[in-house]
């Protein structure tokens, strides 16, 4: 037996003012996203926003169904819009922002394990990191430099051979 030993690494800014403008702008479609979420249910609003290396920035947020499995993540709505678009762009950076309606989320909110599946697919396909940046709805803001931090272990294409 042999032990193996994973180790990701975060950063955590204290707030959205602290981030790169670039980020800051992107951060502030993800929240403008968050407030058109269609969330009924859960009145849990969810926004994304990502950039391409041509610049067009893309978002999404969560669409939510009666029929509570067909609705769908703000992550996987910007992302699969991006990759229907624009399928030979890469996705340079995300900003995600989340938070119920009830009460302001000071948490950092990080995306669930189905989106950082889904993410980690087109960091594959383009063969460069994607940058990821969640908060709630205020306060401090946490950046993973790859969805490999955040998902060791992917179960990518590598398998299917
Ligand atoms: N949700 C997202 O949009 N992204 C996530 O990463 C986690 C959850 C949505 C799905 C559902 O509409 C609501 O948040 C509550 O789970």
Same mark, same amino acid.
């Given at each position: 037996?042999?032990?193996?030993?994973? &180790?990701?690494t975060l950063y955590v800014y204290?707030?959205?003012?602290?981030?790169?403008?670039?980020?800051?702008?992107?951060?502030?479609?993800?929240?403008?996203?968050?407030?058109?979420?269609?969330?009924?249910?859960?009145?849990?609003?969810?926004?994304?926003?990502?950039?391409?290396?041509?610049?067009?920035?893309?978002?999404?947020?969560?669409? &939510?169904?009666? @029929?509570?499995? @067909?609705?769908?993540?703000?992550?996987?709505?910007? =992302?699969?819009?991006?990759?229907?678009?624009?399928?030979?762009?890469?996705?340079?950076?995300?900003?995600?922002?989340?938070? @119920?309606?009830?009460?302001?989320?000071?948490?950092?909110?990080?995306?669930?394990?189905?989106?950082?599946?889904?993410?980690?697919?087109?960091?594959?396909?383009? &063969?460069?990191?994607?940058?990821?940046?969640?908060?709630?709805?205020?306060?401090?803001?946490v950046k993973?430099s @790859?969805?490999?931090?955040?998902?060791?272990? =992917?179960?990518?294409?590598?398998?299917?051979?």
């Amino acid at each position: 037996m042999k032990e193996i030993k994973l &180790e990701s690494t975060l950063y955590v800014y204290d707030s959205v003012d602290e981030l790169p403008e670039d980020v800051q702008a992107l951060m502030t479609r993800a929240h403008e996203a968050r407030l058109k979420a269609y969330a009924p249910y859960s009145n849990f609003l969810v926004g994304a926003a990502l950039i391409l290396d041509n610049g067009e920035i893309i978002s999404g947020n969560n669409q &939510e169904n009666a @029929s509570y499995p @067909s609705g769908l993540c703000a992550e996987r709505t910007a =992302i699969y819009y991006a990759g229907s678009k624009y399928p030979d762009n890469k996705i340079m950076k995300m900003a995600l922002t989340a938070g @119920s309606t009830q009460s302001q989320t000071l948490t950092p909110i990080p995306p669930c394990g189905a989106c950082r599946q889904a993410i980690a697919e087109y960091e594959v396909k383009q &063969e460069s990191p994607i940058e990821i940046y969640f908060m709630g709805t205020t306060g401090k803001v946490v950046k993973s430099s @790859s969805l490999s931090d955040l998902l060791p272990l =992917i179960f990518d294409r590598s398998f299917l051979t």
